[in-house]
């Protein structure tokens, strides 16, 4: 494929570009349980127009678009309110969870070398953290040290005390954790943390925008951001529970004085002085303006309508599951976001089986487990999901554990002793994928 000589007609190129969206996942349907979070059309049209009114612009120079400077900065007021940063509070905006927690991760390598002089850190990671914190450890060299959950797939306190030693900069706990939904005992790691003299970090890149709704409809959220003594920064997606297009997340610190870490200058550059505050130079205003439209269009009373949607859809889902011979919940999900695991043939043909009736789950290991995270939206299909995974189920349980398709080659990849192997297998399909 080369660029065409004579360019193409335009309506020829959107029609070709229409044609291949027709595969796309049916996430506007419900049909999906993770990637996109629907919150209805209205949400999707508000997103769209803001999004378009500063597609066209540069946030590397905050001077030369002042709307954008606005925008982010009512946004970030917005969000450091919501997690309860106290007066001092300060944080950035980035391009997702990933950035975020990178940033993050690399402010507190920063501060630790600065405040107490370690030049080899390791940082603490419940088994459950996200990956974005191994990227982040990979492309800092923050040396990772991994501490198992208890039974309750919680991060262990225990263990992560044991594992502190003297190069510690950074524990980590998740409100909740991306593959089971619970939250990690927050308020002892950050006591840990504080008593040690170590930064805490609390990856509410799923929860931020959520769980403090969840909370005011009065489920009981353990507590999980500022108000908790020894949290001293936090990630928290808009591109997931704040509705917003992808491309945009939070940020923060306890104190402006620890964000400060984050940022990056070079003066000594011909081309003049250069100064950004996270990873990203050249940055479309886009996802940020979208995200400020969704605050605003939604207000408080807007998004906990829409918890309240999802939290019933959970309510129903959760019971629903639980009712079914062969399922079980893995912990005590506090949210919409959960597993489950399925005995006799096993979640992966299970899953095969969903996804026959058009429904797409994720598929976890340790343990094999099916993933699902709801929107709103998820409500008007829920009862149809349920009726379906029922008849799903007793169609997988009579089924023998997989030996070919994707179930089998999953649960292979999932159980293989020699991870190494299972790396390069992952690698070799992300190769993969630019060959036409
Ligand atoms: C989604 C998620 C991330 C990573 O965010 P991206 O936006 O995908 O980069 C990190 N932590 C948790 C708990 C998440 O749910």
Redesign the pocket.
Known sequence: MKIPQTGMDRDALFARMDELREKDADWRGGKTFSLMYNAGHDVEEVVDQAFMRLLHSNALSLSAFPSLRRLEAEVLSMGVGLLNGGPDAAGSTTS???ES?CMSVKTAREWARAERGVDRPQMIVPASA?P?FHKAAHYFQVEPVVTPLSGDFRADVDAIRDAITDRTILLVG?AP??PTGVVDPITDIAALAAERGILCHV?A??GGYLLPWVERLGHPVPPFDFRVPGVTQMSA?L??YGFAAKGV?TVFYRTRALRRHQFFAYVDWPGGLYASPALAGARGGGPVAGAWAVLNYLGEEGFLRLTRDTMTATAKALAGIRAIDGLSVLGDPVASVYAFTCDGGGPYVLAEKLEQRGWLVDRQQLPPSLHQMLSPYHAQVIDRYLADLAECTADARRSPPATSGVAAMYGMLAALPDRGSARRVVLDILDSFDRL
Do not use: E
Request: charged share 20%; aromatic share 6%; net charge negative.
């Open positions: 997702g969870g990933t927690i996200h974005a998740s954790c991306f990856d890149c799923v997606d591109h997931k997340s």
